[in-house]
């Protein structure tokens, strides 16, 4: 789980495995873990959805993401740009780069209810033909059949859910979301937990677009 993989990148453990999505699951499987975005993590980045996107996720959803062994696969820090930090991996041999950031406020209502740390990814994996692609890691299970959202540009996209996950649910406006984030000062983020907590995160985005940039740059090598 992803939460387990990033509980020994900030204690400094390694934790040898890499997160994979529910997208990736359902077809080649994805490497991806979470790092910390304060020190070079000791994990690969965590992974969502799968190769070749369609304009709608499936109904049926495969299970929720597991950690499986990434032979060596340490993301490297190539990069730090304002709130975002730029990271590349090579697990099993198949480069991954990706841009990861913490939220800069959050908030639970009822309020002050724990949570374990909540990370937004954008994620390139050339091998799979994935090209920036957003997901998050909320922190807590969220709630079964709940509405999650993702708010930038004055737009709101939903989002599909999975455990702790959460992925754009129509794949078609992924690109156009991408280039809103480039523009826009913040993400906002929110969702409701299996205990019925509703919560809203939110992310600066000043440096996403460099940290993309460098990604792109990374993962043409």
Do not use: H
Not at 6 to 23: E, F, N
Not at 46 to 66: L, M, Q, R
Not at 121 to 144: D, Q
Request: hydrophobic content about 40%; glycine content about 8%; some cysteine.
């Amino acid at each position: 789980m992803w939460r387990v993989l990033i509980l020994a990148l900030m204690t400094g453990v390694a934790a040898g495995g890499i997160a994979v999505s529910a997208r990736a699951q359902t077809a080649q499987p994805a490497p991806k873990s979470a790092p910390n975005p304060k020190e070079a993590p000791k994990s690969a980045a965590p992974t969502a959805p799968t190769n070749g996107k369609s304009a709608a996720k499936p109904e049926s959803k495969p299970a929720a993401p597991t950690a499986a062994v990434a032979g060596g696969a340490e993301p490297t820090l190539i990069g730090q740009f304002g709130t975002w930090g730029a990271y590349s991996a090579t697990p099993n041999g198949k480069k991954v780069c990706f841009a990861l950031a913490k939220p800069s406020s959050s908030r639970t209502n009822p309020p002050n209810r724990p949570r374990d740390p909540a990370y937004a990814f954008v994620s390139t994996r050339p091998a799979e033909k994935v090209n920036n692609e957003v997901s998050v890691m909320i922190g807590y299970a969220l709630k079964p059949g709940s509405e999650s959202t993702a708010e930038v540009g004055g737009a709101a996209y939903a989002m599909y859910t999975q455990g702790d996950g959460l992925w754009i649910k129509n794949a078609a406006e992924e690109e156009r979301m991408v280039e809103a984030m480039r523009k826009s000062a913040e993400l906002v983020v929110k969702g409701v937990s299996a205990k019925g907590t509703e919560t809203t995160d939110t992310f600066s985005l000043k440096g996403l677009a460099q940290a993309l940039d460098k990604i792109a740059q990374d993962c043409k090598r």
